[in-house]
């Protein structure tokens, strides 16, 4: 088995998963930490004022769920999807990576769409009642439907062990025609980051990992710079060269001279620049901005996200770009729409769900590395009005820029002045953990509060610097690392205004949810001493290798299919041989998170034991997980004290 010390490393970065690892963490380039180990007798850090307790209910997607067309996928955001009369009986649910069959080692990553759209009622089943999930409690996941499509009678390549496939989501660059030659790569880690509705169209925002690239500053938005300018921070970027990727449109892999790249390879000037943020988040005299970027320039590149709309009612799972987010911030996203929202009075507000407004937090990346924070910020977009006919999106967020000298909060139009909405001012007293991962929110009327869930861990090859081999040790740890963690706020941004009191402000993470209570769930860790019970052997979900992918056809392979199969098999298998073994680390993780928003209910007064003076709340959550590649659905109960 290789290690990430193994001599042969250095060339299997040259492999697809180089890209991968690079690509998934920032703007491509970023390295990161080894998920941490939980050490013996660790205690779980839980604040009195919220205590949580959850329970796995069942398979969503993936190998244990036996769901047809469908063999691993991840994500799985929920928002409502429009119906006639603006009513939401259903919820629109967008997956990520998805896998059609074991086979997919011979079809993954090279296909150009493998996106999910589905359905879920909008209504919580009848099946999920109060309190601990029943017998029958997993039957709410056959609740979920999605379209298939037959295969095609000129399939150069038939596949008798999959008669049907999943419908794939497409993106295209804008409302025109819908030609394939048109349609957007959205392989391997390009996937949906969030999605919402203004009550009459569904809208997604994707991620490609692609630079906002540019050849001097008046090609980035205010606020940026191109990383040609003279003033842009830190040493200057380049790329590693050879340039190697999935897809013609790859971005190249970003790196600094101090850092440089995997031998062969070298650090060489970039072709074109690419747009970037001057500092972490403007800082005062009492509270300066860290030196995050100008320690790693890396850090401060900025993305270009696709705000995309449903468009072409015939296909739900056509999306026509109609607006590019060039961002640094807002690359890891969490959104909602509510039924008012008042920039200047919060007090306005109303923070139930509706369509006057839609909120979204972000981070600018999925994990910390060596003191590195991916802090939350905030930023808010009226609906009214935001498409036209045409498909144009009219997009202009505006993001919370802390609190002006009157206390009120302030907002502006440029990202750079954004300011996170904890960890500003007590960032050294109070840091993040490395690994916030994937993350969502939810208004809980009951409590009174904002709830944002977040936390697990990721695999360790997803955690290896591309130019070293090695893995940083966490900085800032989860106390119980690899779990999922609940923060509460009265506001989107906390405090209504800088003189209200601590209490509004985000709250310290309470533990939601331990990783170890979800082992007949995930595979086995390979640290023996930790000996924690196993419900699926690390390999046993692994797609079928070559061979037997060849031997799956039903007639015999022409020479040219065979040539052409082959080599999308290699490239398959290759980059997940590599993905399992390139770090000693097959075991399961815990890794993203969403809310299943509308299924939530107060259950304060059907609870026997309820405190006095507590409310409790009942939050179902889908929660992706590696190895197996699936999406769990989860029960949580959170009780509080009363607003």
Known sequence: MFTARHPSYQALTLTAAAYFASCLLSACGESDEEPARAPAGAATAQPAALQAQSWPVCTLLGPDAMTP?????DLGITTPLPGPGGDAAQLAVLFGDTWAGNEAVCTYPVVKNDDLQATLPAARPAQLTVGAPGPGSAAACSTLQYPLEAPSAAAALPDPQQPAKFRRMRLFPDAGPRDEARMLDMSMLRTPAAAFSDGRTLYGIFVRQEHATCNDTTGCPGGMLCSTDPASAGERLGACAPHIGLTEDA?????????????????????????????????????????????????SVAQVMYVASAFWP??????????????????????????NFDFAQPENNDYRPGQHSLLLWGRPAWLGQRGFQALM??????????????????????????????????WSDSEADAVPVYGANDHARAPEHDYVVQFSTTWSNALQRWLMVYGGSVPAWL?????????????????????????????????????????????????????????????CDEDPAR?????????????????????????????????????????????????????????????????????????????????AGQRALELYLNVSTWNPYQVLLLKTQLRAAAP
């Not at 600094?256 to 500092?279: D, F, H, I, K, N």
């Not at 009226?382 to 498409?387: F, I, N, Q, R």
């Open 251 to 299: 971005a190249p892999v970003l790196c600094v001279r101090s850092t440089g790249c995997a031998l062969p390879r070298s650090c060489e000037p970039l072709a074109r620049g690419v747009c970037m943020l001057p500092q972490a988040f403007p800082g005062s005299s009492d509270a300066p901005a860290p030196s995050w970027y100008a320690d790693d320039p890396r850090r």
């Open 463 to 523: 955690a290896t610097d591309q130019a070293t081999g090695e893995i940083a040790p966490v900085m800032h740890p989860q106390p119980v690392p690899g779990s999922l963690y609940v923060r509460s706020a009265r506001h989107p941004w906390g405090r209504a205004r800088s003189s209200a009191p601590a209490s509004e402000a985000w709250s310290a993470p309470a533990l939601l949810l331990d990783r170890s209570s979800m082992q007949p769930y995930l595979a």
């Open 377 to 410: 910020f905030l930023a808010a977009q009226p609906l009214a009005g935001l498409s036209d006919a045409q498909g144009g999106i009219r997009w202009a967020p505006k993001f919370f820029a802390g609190y002006g000298p009157d206390g009120q909060p302030q």
């Open 531 to 611: 000996q924690l019970p196993c419900g699926v052997a690390p390999d046993s979900n692994r797609p079928t290798d070559l061979v037997n992918a060849l031997g799956t056809f039903a007639t015999p392979l022409s020479p040219e299919q065979a040539a052409g199969v082959g080599a999308m098999c290699l490239l398959g298998s290759a980059a997940l041989d590599t993905q399992y073994n390139l770090a000693d680390d097959s075991g399961g993780h815990l890794y993203g998170v969403n809310i299943i928003e509308s299924w939530t209910e107060d259950v304060t007064g059907q609870l026997p034991d309820i405190a």
């Open 69 to 73: 067309g469908v063999y691993g996928s």
């Open 314 to 339: 015939d296909r739900p799972e056509d999306y026509a770009v109609g607006a590019r987010f060039v961002t640094n911030k807002f690359t890891n996203l969490a959104t909602r729409t509510v039924a």
